[in-house]
Nanobody, 130 residues
Framework: VQLQASGGGSVQAGDSLGLSCAVS????????VAWFRQAPGKEREFVAAIRPGANNKYYSDSVKGRFAISRDNAKDTVFLQMNSLKPEDTAVYYCALDNLFRSSLRDSHYYSDRRTYDFWGQGTQVTVSS
């Protein structure tokens, strides 16, 4: 199983940016996929997740209303659309996959816990300047 994150870059505050996570070895429609981020000197933190099947989506409070996670089942790709970016969004963004096939609906804490995820991409840098 491999996850390839792409789309990062350097933007100004208020701009938008879209990230992609291409998954190979798994059909994304059947697995929960999440985005996490890690800023220098900080722990990796949850950003957004999408669970299999019903398209339930979860967001951290810091990005709710600005970021949107989505999935293209035909391309086995998960996206993170980031709008109204702020300097505090600067981080390396990672996508991750939970290897539980068609998992039943869990508490939101399950999807925001990095220990849930078995496979990780290599990360893509997002830098937002003021």
């Amino acid at each position: 199983v491999q996850l390839q994150a792409s789309g990062g870059g350097s933007v100004q505050a208020g701009d938008s940016l879209g990230l992609s996570c291409a998954v190979s070895g798994r059909t994304v429609a059947n697995y929960a996929v999440a985005w996490f981020r890690q800023a220098p000197g900080k722990e990796r933190e949850f950003v957004a997740a999408i669970r299999p099947g019903a398209n339930n989506k979860y967001y951290s409070d810091s990005v709710k209303g600005r970021f949107a996670i989505s999935r293209d089942n035909a391309k086995d790709t998960v996206f993170l659309q980031m709008n109204s970016l702020k300097p505090e969004d600067t981080a390396v963004y990672y996508c991750a996959l939970d290897n539980l096939f068609r998992s039943s609906l869990r508490d939101s804490h399950y999807y925001s816990d990095r220990r849930t995820y078995d496979f990780w991409g290599q990360g893509t840098q997002v830098t937002v300047s003021s």
